[in-house]
C-alpha cells in the first residue's frame, strides 16, 4: 500500500516502532557496515549480477499474478481471482494483485504496466541479450489484457476491481473487505468476510476519473510500441484502445478523489491523486511516441504544461519526472532538457539539492517506499544518461547516482532490500499468499481475524520465497525492522519493482550486456519440493530460461519456451500445454481461454478436419488423370472438397456459438 507520508506521519510510525521495540514485538535492526568515507564512486566493473536482479524482479509478478495461469511457475501460487466479472461479462482476471491485497486499483496498476513498458522502450536491446525480453513483453501481454478488457466501451471503464472496504472513510467504523482476508489468493472466494467477490467499479461519463483512464491509455500506447514487430496485429489493437482511452479522459476530464462512489473515496484515502493533467499529458506522449502524430505532441505540451506542479516527482501519482524524460527523448527539445536537470538536481550534488541522504547514501525521498522512490529516480536517470551520453559529464552524474541507489539496496551495507538476492535479505515481507499460501496454509478455516493475528504478530518467516520483491526501505538512519507487523518497512507492491526493474536493465545496459550471463531459475527454490505442491512444469530441452538446460542460442526468444506458448497459434494451444502438463493440456487450455474442455476439443478436432482435408485434397490431384483440355475437372473431386468445407464451417459456427454462449450465459 503506498501511502504518501508526511513527516509528522513518519514521527508517528518511528514512536508507534519504537513502542513495539520496547515490547518486544521486533528488534531494530541496523547495517552491519559503516557509513562510507568520502563520495561515492561508480564502481569500473559490476559489482552486482544485474542479470540474477533482473530476473528475480520479474519473478516477483509472477507471484503477483492473477487469473487462470497458462502454467505455474511458482508451487505456491496458482489460478485466482476466479468469479472476476465485471457487470457486463468482461473477463477482468488478468494483471497482478496490488500488495499483500487482492485489489486492483487503477492508477497505480495503470502506472506499473506503464512502467513495466517504458523499461523495455529504454533498455530493449539489453534485455533481449540476457534472455529477459520474452519474459518482459509476456508480463505486459498479461497485464495488457486486464486493460483492454477494462475498457468495456468508452462509456464504461473499469477504474478498479475489488473492495478493500465498505462505509465511511474512517479507519475506526469502517468494515474491511478485502483488507480483512488473510489468506491466499486461490481460496478469496471462499474465505473473505462479509463474502464480497470481487467487484467491478465503473468510471463513467458521471463518474469522471481523467487520471486512472489516461494512465491506461499511455500503458496500451507504450505496449503497443514495444510489441509492434513481433505481433503487429495486437500492436494496432492496443494502440485503438489507446486512442479512445484518451479521448474518454479528455472529453470528461475529472478526478476520481471528487467521487461520490463509495469504492473511489476508498481508493482516494489509500491512493490520493494529486491532478489527472499530468496523466493526460503522460497518455498524450505515448501515444505521439506510437503515432507520430504531432497533434499528440501538442497535447502532450499543453498538458505538460498545465501540471507544472507535479515537475519534482515520479511516482504512480506525478508523471512529472518522467515526462521530462520522455518528452525529451522524443523531442530533444531544450525544454525538456532543461526541466529534467533542474527534476534531477534535487537530487545530485549541486547547489539546488533538497533531498536528504541516509548515512549510507539512499536518497531519501518518502519514508513509506523509500527504497522504491529512489529506483524510480535511478530508471529515470539511467533512461536520460543514455539519452545524452554516459559519457558526458551530466551523464556519469547520473550513472552514479543510479549505482549509488541500486547497490545500497542490493547489500553494499550488508543487508540487501531485495527478496531472495545475497545473503542477508528479507524473511519476513508484509505479503501473504507466500506465507499463507494455497498449498500451506495451517489457519485454514479460522476466523480471519486469528489468521491475521497470526500473520503480524508471528516471528516466523514466509514459508515461500518471495524471489525479486522490494521491500519499503529503512528509516533516514538506515535502521528498520524485518516484520510484517512494521509493515511501512517490510510491505512489497507491484509499483514498488516497476520502475526498480528499468533501473536494472540500465545498469546492464551500462556496463555491457555481454557481461552478463542470461540467468535462470535453475537452483531457485520455487516450492516444488513442498509435499502438498502439484508436479511441476515439464519444461523442453530447448527451454533455458525456466531450467537447468544449457546450450539456448543467447539473444533469442526462442529460449523461453512460454514466449513459444504465448506466440503460437490458438488451436494448437492445448497441444504446446500438453508439453508441459502431460494429460492435462486440453483441460489447462480451457481454463486460460476462459473455455470448457468440450470447446477446446471442437477446436482440436477442426484442425484435424482441417489437416484431413488438405490430404485429400492433395491426394485426389495426386490421383486425378489430367483431361483433355475441352474437357471439365471430376465432378465427384469438387464435391468432396466442397463437402469438407461445409463440414469445418459448420464446426467452426458450433465452436463460435459454444465460445458466445459460455462467455455471455
Known amino acids: 500500500m503506498m501511502v504518501k507520508t508526511s513527516w509528522i506521519a513518519f514521527a508517528i510510525t518511528t514512536l508507534i516502532a519504537?513502542?513495539?521495540?520496547?515490547?518486544?514485538?521486533?528488534?531494530?535492526?541496523?547495517?552491519?557496515?559503516?557509513?562510507?568515507?568520502?563520495?561515492?564512486?561508480?564502481?569500473?566493473?559490476?559489482?552486482?549480477?544485474?542479470?540474477?536482479?533482473?530476473?528475480?524482479?520479474?519473478?516477483?509478478?509472477?507471484?503477483?499474478?492473477?487469473?487462470?495461469?497458462?502454467?505455474?511457475?511458482?508451487?505456491?501460487?496458482?489460478?485466482?481471482c476466479k468469479l472476476c466479472v465485471g457487470d457486463f461479462g468482461e473477463d477482468l482476471s488478468r494483471a497482478w494483485y496490488e500488495a499483500a491485497n487482492t485489489m486492483k486499483w487503477g492508477l497505480p496498476l495503470g502506472w506499473t504496466i506503464s512502467q513495466l513498458a517504458?523499461?523495455?522502450?529504454?533498455?530493449?536491446?539489453?534485455?533481449?541479450?540476457?534472455?529477459?525480453?520474452?519474459?518482459?513483453?509476456?508480463?505486459?501481454?498479461?497485464?495488457?489484457?486486464?486493460?483492454?478488457?477494462?475498457?468495456?466501451?468508452?462509456?464504461?471503464?473499469?477504474?478498479?476491481?475489488?473492495?478493500?472496504?465498505?462505509?465511511?472513510?474512517?479507519?475506526?467504523?469502517?468494515?474491511?473487505?478485502?483488507?480483512?482476508?488473510?489468506?491466499?489468493?486461490?481460496?478469496?472466494?471462499?474465505?473473505?468476510?462479509?463474502g464480497i467477490p470481487h467487484q467491478a467499479h465503473y468510471i463513467t461519463p458521471d463518474n469522471p476519473a481523467s487520471e486512472i483512464?489516461?494512465?491506461?491509455?499511455?500503458?496500451?500506447?507504450?505496449?503497443?510500441?514495444?510489441?509492434?514487430?513481433?505481433?503487429?496485429?495486437?500492436?494496432e489493437n492496443l494502440l485503438d484502445h489507446a486512442k479512445r482511452l484518451y479521448q474518454f479522459a479528455e472529453e470528461n476530464q475529472g478526478s476520481y478523489v471528487s467521487s461520490r462512489k463509495n469504492s473511489f473515496q476508498w481508493a482516494t484515502f489509500w491512493y490520493p491523486s494529486n491532478r489527472y493533467e499530468d496523466e493526460l499529458a503522460w497518455n498524450a506522449a505515448w501515444l505521439y511516441a506510437a503515432t507520430h502524430e504531432i497533434k499528440y505532441?501538442?497535447?502532450?505540451?499543453?498538458?505538460?504544461?498545465?501540471?507544472?506542479?507535479?515537475?519534482?516527482?515520479?511516482s504512480w501519482d506525478e508523471k512529472g519526472g518522467g515526462l521530462h524524460v520522455l518528452l525529451y527523448i522524443l523531442t530533444k527539445d531544450d525544454t525538456f532538457y532543461d526541466n529534467a536537470m533542474e527534476y534531477f538536481n534535487q537530487f545530485l550534488p549541486n547547489p539546488k539539492q533538497i533531498v536528504k541522504y541516509t548515512p549510507r547514501g539512499l536518497a531519501y525521498i518518502e519514508h513509506w517506499g523509500s527504497v522504491g522512490y529512489s529506483g524510480n529516480v535511478a530508471f529515470l536517470m539511467m533512461a536520460f544518461a543514455k539519452a545524452i551520453g554516459y559519457d558526458t559529464k551530466e551523464g556519469k552524474a547520473m550513472v552514479n547516482f543510479a549505482t549509488q541507489q541500486v547497490n545500497y539496496a542490493l547489500g553494499d551495507y550488508g543487508y540487501s532490500w531485495v527478496v531472495g538476492f545475497g545473503d542477508d535479505y528479507p524473511t519476513k515481507p508484509y505479503h501473504k499468499s507466500s506465507y499463507n499460501s494455497y498449498i500451506d496454509y495451517p489457519m485454514r478455516g479460522e476466523f480471519q481475524d486469528k489468521v491475521e493475528e497470526d500473520f503480524s504478530g508471528s516471528k516466523t518467516s514466509q514459508r515461500f520465497i518471495l524471489y525479486g520483491a522490494v521491500e519499503g526501505g529503512p528509516n533516514i538512519d538506515d535502521s528498520w525492522y524485518d516484520d510484517r507487523s512494521n509493515y511501512e518497512y517490510s510491505e512489497v507492491t507491484q509499483d514498488y519493482n516497476a520502475a526498480w526493474t528499468g533501473a536494472i536493465a540500465g545498469l546492464i545496459d551500462y556496463y555491457g550486456a555481454e557481461n552478463f550471463e542470461p540467468y535462470t531459475d535453475c537452483g531457485l527454490d520455487l516450492g516444488w519440493s513442498h509435499p502438498n505442491a502439484s508436479a511441476p512444469p515439464k519444461w523442453p530441452e530447448e527451454d533455458c530460461y525456466h531450467t537447468c538446460n544449457t546450450g539456448c542460442p543467447r539473444g533469442e526468444m526462442k529460449s523461453s519456451y512460454s514466449w513459444e506458448l504465448?506466440?503460437?497459434?490458438?488451436?494448437?494451444?492445448?497441444?504446446?500445454?500438453?508439453?508441459?502438463?502431460?494429460?492435462?493440456?486440453?483441460?489447462?487450455?480451457?481454463v486460460m481461454e476462459g473455455l470448457t474442455a468440450d470447446d477446446v476439443a471442437l477446436m482440436e478436432q477442426s484442425k484435424k478436419i482441417v489437416a484431413a482435408s488438405n490430404e485429400e485434397v492433395k491426394e485426389s490431384q495426386d490421383t486425378d488423370i489430367a483431361p483433355p483440355d475441352n474437357s471439365q475437372p471430376r465432378e465427384e473431386s469438387k464435391s468432396s472438397q466442397n463437402a469438407v468445407i461445409f463440414n469445418v464451417v459448420t464446426l467452426y459456427l458450433i465452436i463460435s456459438l459454444s465460445t458466445w454462449f459460455n462467455y455471455y450465459k
Open 18 to 80: 519504537s513502542l513495539h521495540a520496547e515490547e518486544g514485538v521486533s528488534p531494530l535492526r541496523r547495517p552491519s557496515k559503516p557509513p562510507p568515507e568520502g563520495t561515492y564512486v561508480t564502481p569500473e566493473t559490476a559489482k552486482y549480477d544485474y542479470a540474477e536482479v533482473l530476473h528475480k524482479s520479474y519473478l516477483f509478478y509472477h507471484a503477483q499474478k492473477s487469473g487462470a495461469l497458462p502454467y505455474q511457475r511458482l508451487a505456491w501460487r496458482s489460478d485466482s
Open 297 to 314: 505532441l501538442e497535447d502532450a505540451k499543453k498538458y505538460y504544461k498545465a501540471s507544472e506542479d507535479s515537475y519534482t516527482e515520479y
Open 566 to 590: 504465448l506466440m503460437g497459434p490458438k488451436e494448437s494451444i492445448s497441444e504446446k500445454i500438453e508439453v508441459l502438463y502431460p494429460g492435462k493440456g486440453l483441460e489447462r487450455a480451457a
Open 213 to 235: 483512464v489516461a494512465e491506461y491509455g499511455a500503458g496500451l500506447a507504450a505496449i503497443s510500441i514495444v510489441w509492434r514487430e513481433h505481433d503487429p496485429a495486437y500492436a
Open 118 to 194: 517504458f523499461n523495455i522502450y529504454s533498455f530493449e536491446d539489453s534485455m533481449r541479450s540476457v534472455d529477459e525480453l520474452a519474459e518482459g513483453l509476456e508480463l505486459l501481454r498479461w497485464g495488457a489484457d486486464y486493460l483492454c478488457n477494462a475498457h468495456y466501451n468508452d462509456t464504461h471503464i473499469v477504474g478498479q476491481l475489488g473492495t478493500s472496504a465498505i462505509g465511511p472513510i474512517s479507519k475506526e467504523i469502517e468494515l474491511d473487505v478485502d483488507f480483512n482476508y488473510w489468506g491466499p489468493p486461490e481460496e478469496y472466494e471462499q474465505w473473505v468476510p462479509t
